[in-house]
């Protein structure tokens, strides 16, 4: 989509190592199998805050243990700003098959957190 793009070239910048996902949006897995990976994320693209954003921002749900957040993150500082993109980076040929774990786990939480927003505004 170059409207994604065009945003994320002009309208966002990028955090390394930017949070840790909230455990409340993480996919659900068998207990047997072991926790997950996948609580930090390389890069993020992001959008700034606008006033749009900003009253949106305001009609979220305040969550007593963390605030309100656009983002499936603990991190405090991009809370008003929505995460465009994700990335994880590895060497090529190695660990591959781990940063894919990882994004997948990373963009179904955000996933989590969009449908758990739009149940806010269907609601």
Do not use: C
Not at 11 to 27: C, F, G, H, I, T
Not at 70 to 83: E, K, Q, S, V, Y
Not at 86 to 112: C, D, H, P, Y
């Amino acid at each position: 989509n170059s409207e994604l793009l065009q945003a994320a070239v002009n309208d966002s910048v990028y955090l390394e190592d930017v949070a840790r996902l909230n455990p409340k949006y993480k996919p659900a897995t068998d207990p047997s199998r072991g926790p997950l990976l996948g609580n930090v994320i390389d890069f993020v693209f992001f959008l700034e805050p606008t006033s749009n954003r900003e009253r949106a921002f305001g009609d979220l749900p305040w969550e007593p243990s963390h605030g309100r957040d656009f983002n499936h993150t603990l991190h405090r500082h991009i809370a008003n700003r929505p995460i465009m993109i994700s990335m994880e980076t590895k060497r090529e040929g190695e660990g591959q098959i781990i940063g894919r774990a990882q994004l997948e786990i990373w963009v179904t939480a955000q996933f989590n957190r969009l449908q758990e927003m739009a149940s806010y505004e269907a609601g």
